[in-house]
Structure formats: structure tokens, C-alpha cells
């Protein structure tokens, strides 16, 4: 049976995820497919001493724009929440998550190294 509020697009981006749950830790994986409301990741390694995610947990997804000459490097931030937690074929760990609020900024050189991750992570329980 098909839930999916929105068509789905299959974008391959990096992007880093932030969440209460990891502490100080960010995750680094690759976005799988995202809709207007919804985005699916896959990690590239589980988080190292903190627990795994789990559904209903908050994450602040940072995905890396393409650069673009007259806008310079920029990021989508999306405040989201895990709907599933599965394996990916690869053997890493996929999630799904369901996007609540996104807005674009401007990425670092360092991707996003203007804003702590810590920061980030009050801002998403804000």
C-alpha cells in the first residue's frame, strides 16, 4: 500500500544530521530520494557511542546544495522526525524521516562550520 503524501525525487547529496540523541556527535550520510515533506538517508557509519535513532526522534538534517556561482555554497537545513529505521543493501542504516520546518543557508567552507552542532541541536527543540 502506498503512503507517501508527495512524489518522490532521487537526489544523491551529502548531508549531516544532528540530534540530542547522538550528543556532540554528527552523522555524515547520503540523502536516497526526498519529497516536499519527507527525506530517506543513508548513513555511512552507525553513530559510535550513542545510541541508534529511533522513531519520533528530532534531527537536524543539513543537505549540501550543488554550488552555484551567483549564490555561492548553500545548505537546506530541515528540522525533522524518524518515521523508519531500516538497513540499507549497502549495509548501512536508513532513515526516514518526515520534514517539518527547512529553510537554506549559507554553508561554510567546512560544510556548515558557522553554526555548532550544538547549536543546532537547541535550535531544532526550539
Do not use: W, Y
Not at 550528543?23 to 550513542?50: C, F, H, K, W, Y
Amino acid at each position: 500500500m502506498e503512503r507517501r503524501r508527495n512524489s518522490r525525487l532521487e537526489i544523491n547529496r551529502v548531508c549531516r544530521l544532528t540530534s540530542p540523541r547522538f550528543g556532540n556527535q554528527t552523522l555524515v550520510g547520503i540523502t536516497e530520494n526526498m519529497s516536499r515533506g519527507d527525506v530517506m538517508v543513508v548513513l555511512q557509519e552507525e553513530p559510535a557511542g550513542a545510541d541508534l535513532p529511533q522513531v519520533g526522534d528530532p534531527i537536524l538534517v543539513e543537505i549540501e546544495l550543488p554550488a552555484n556561482h551567483a549564490f555561492g555554497r548553500k545548505c537546506m537545513q530541515c528540522q525533522t522526525s524518524v518515521v523508519r529505521v531500516g538497513q540499507a543493501e549497502t549495509g548501512g542504516l536508513r532513515l526516514s524521516m518526515r520534514i517539518h520546518k527547512m529553510r537554506f543557508q549559507d554553508c561554510g567552507e567546512d560544510f556548515s562550520a558557522d553554526q555548532k552542532p550544538g547549536e543546532a541541536v537547541r535550535e531544532l527543540l526550539m
